[in-house]
């Protein structure tokens, strides 16, 4: 093999071996936790690249719009390396494909996530034979963790510092204070 077929050898695997290492965390993160962060750690050990997606087409109506969540989830990683925020429309696996990514983390709190998750998990890889599926579980101390749960307990008055960075905690009450008072 003369130099440059070699060299382009080279570069092609150092492509595949890169591709094979980045990884896609999707979710809506409305807001994000303490319990998302951990798996954003986890992640950031394990490959070289994690992009954490934010889906900016989700069904419910999310509390925070999708600028803000980025923008909560870009102050509460900042000191972590090796990862990115994005925003994706549409599939997940086509974002991944875009970006070269061949697998999505997804976090398991407790054996109540099993089905869902499962379930997307057999989705995805019928719909995508080269993406793979890598669940990561949360410190036991954030393995009750979530979105929806956090903003119940601000809305009804609690402290939630110790669920979610301050950054968010204070958003969390002024949004759910301005509406309760626009008493929606
Ligand atoms: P969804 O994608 O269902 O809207 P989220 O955006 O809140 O959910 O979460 C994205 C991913 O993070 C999901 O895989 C979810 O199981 C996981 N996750 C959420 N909260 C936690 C937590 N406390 N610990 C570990 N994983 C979590």
New binding site residues.
């Given amino acids: 093999m003369s130099a440059s077929p070699l060299r382009c050898e080279v570069a092609r695997l150092r492509r595949t071996r890169r591709a094979s290492r980045r990884a896609i965390?999707?979710?809506?993160?409305?807001p994000v936790?303490?319990?998302?962060i951990?798996?954003i750690e986890r992640a950031a050990h394990v490959f070289d690249e994690v992009i954490v997606a934010?889906?900016n087409n989700?069904q419910k109506k999310p509390l925070f719009d999708t600028r803000e969540r980025v923008a909560m989830l870009l102050e509460s990683t900042k000191s972590i390396k090796g990862i990115r925020i994005d925003v994706f429309d549409g599939l997940v696996i086509d974002f991944a494909h875009k970006n070269n990514a061949n697998v999505l983390?997804?976090?398991?709190?407790m054996v109540s996530?099993f089905e869902?998750?499962f379930q997307m998990a057999l989705t995805n890889r019928r719909l995508a034979e080269d993406i793979e599926t890598v669940?990561?579980?949360?410190s036991e101390g954030?393995?009750?963790?979530?979105?929806?749960l956090i903003k119940e307990a601000v809305s009804l008055g609690a402290d939630v510092s110790s669920f979610v960075p301050e950054d968010v905690a204070k958003r969390l009450k002024k949004r759910l204070s301005s509406r309760r008072r626009q008493g929606a």
Avoid at 25 to 30: E, I, R
Avoid at 33 to 36: A, C, D, I, L, Q
Avoid at 105 to 109: A, D, K, S, V, W
Wanted: cysteine-free.
């Fill in positions: 965390y999707p979710g809506s993160f409305d936790t303490y319990g998302h951990d798996v934010v889906a989700i983390i997804r976090g398991l709190r996530d869902y998750e669940f990561l579980m949360p954030y393995s009750f963790l979530s979105s929806t």
